[in-house]
T-cell receptor, first 111, second 112 residues
Framework: QKEVEQNSGPLSVPEGAIASLNCTYS??????FFWYRQYSGKSPELIMS????GDKEDGRFTAQLNKASQYVSLLIRDSQPSDSATYLC???????????FGQGTRLTINP | KAGVTQTPRYLIKTRGQQVTLSCSPI?????VSWYQQTPGQGLQFLFE???????NKGNFPGRFSGRQFSNSRSEMNVSTLELGDSALYLC???????????FGSGTRLTVV
C-alpha cells in the first residue's frame, strides 16, 4: 500500500462548479496534512494546511480531514480556468520528519 | 522576502560523472528537504536536514547524499550518475516541518 494515495485523474470540471479532490494515507500517527498546487513546468506551491479533524476554509478552498478514516480532501468552489493544475496531497509521516506526497490529481477546468 | 534558491537551474551530465546541487533556504528556515520528481514516480523524498543533522532519508541508493551547513544552506550530491537519475530535483525549506514547505524552482538534471 502506498503511503499517500490520490486518484491521478484527469478530473475535468466545468467553470463555476465545485472540484473535489481526495487523498488517503496509511500512517495513523500522521498529524499534519497539506495540499499543494503545481502548474506545468513549475514547482509545487502550498495552498492549504490542516491539522485537526473537520473543515478548514480559505477563500474558495476548503480542506477536510478525517483522521479516523485516514482521509483528506480539497474542495475548490467556483472553479476557474486558472485552477487547472496538478494538485498534490502531502502528509507529514507521524514524527518522521518526512513529508510524503501522493502522485497528484490533474485537474482541468473547462470554460 | 527571498524564496528558496536552487542552483544551477539546468544541468547536463554524462553517465558515471558526479553532480552537486545547491539550495539556499528562506532566511530563518532551518528544515531543508530534497525531492526527486519524475513523470513516472512523482515527487519522491530524498532526505531532510535540520540544524546540520539528517533526520530522515528516503529509499534511494547510497549514491545520493546531502549535507547542510551552519547557515542552513544545503547541498545534495549524486555520484556515478545513471540515465535513470534524470529528473527535476527540488529543494524545500520550512521553519519547522509541521508548517509545510516552500519549494525552490528546482534543478533539471539530464544524464546522457
Amino acid at each position: 500500500q502506498k503511503e499517500v494515495e490520490q486518484n491521478s485523474g484527469p478530473l475535468s470540471v466545468p467553470e463555476g462548479a465545485i472540484a473535489s479532490l481526495n487523498c488517503t494515507y496509511s500512517d495513523r500517527g500522521s498529524q499534519s496534512f497539506f495540499w499543494y498546487r503545481q502548474y506545468s513546468g513549475k514547482s509545487p506551491e502550498l495552498i492549504m494546511s490542516i491539522y485537526s479533524n473537520g473543515d478548514k476554509e480559505d477563500g474558495r478552498f476548503t480542506a477536510q480531514l478525517n483522521k479516523a478514516s485516514q482521509y483528506v480532501s480539497l474542495l475548490i468552489r467556483d472553479s476557474q480556468p486558472s485552477d487547472s493544475a496538478t494538485y498534490l496531497c502531502a502528509v507529514n509521516m507521524g514524527g518522521a520528519q518526512k513529508l510524503v506526497f501522493g502522485q497528484g490529481t490533474r485537474l482541468t477546468i473547462n470554460p | 522576502k527571498a524564496g528558496v534558491t536552487q542552483t544551477p537551474r539546468y544541468l547536463i551530465k554524462t553517465r558515471g560523472q558526479q553532480v552537486t546541487l545547491s539550495c539556499s533556504p528562506i532566511s530563518g528556515h532551518r528544515s531543508v528537504s530534497w525531492y526527486q520528481q519524475t513523470p513516472g514516480q512523482g515527487l519522491q523524498f530524498l532526505f531532510e536536514y535540520f540544524s546540520e543533522t539528517q533526520r530522515n532519508k528516503g529509499n534511494f541508493p547510497g549514491r545520493f547524499s546531502g549535507r547542510q551547513f551552519s547557515n542552513s544552506r544545503s547541498e545534495m550530491n549524486v555520484s556515478t550518475l545513471e540515465l535513470g537519475d534524470s529528473a527535476l530535483y527540488l529543494c524545500a525549506s520550512s521553519l519547522v516541518s509541521d508548517y509545510g514547505y516552500t519549494f525552490g524552482s528546482g534543478t533539471r538534471l539530464t544524464v546522457v
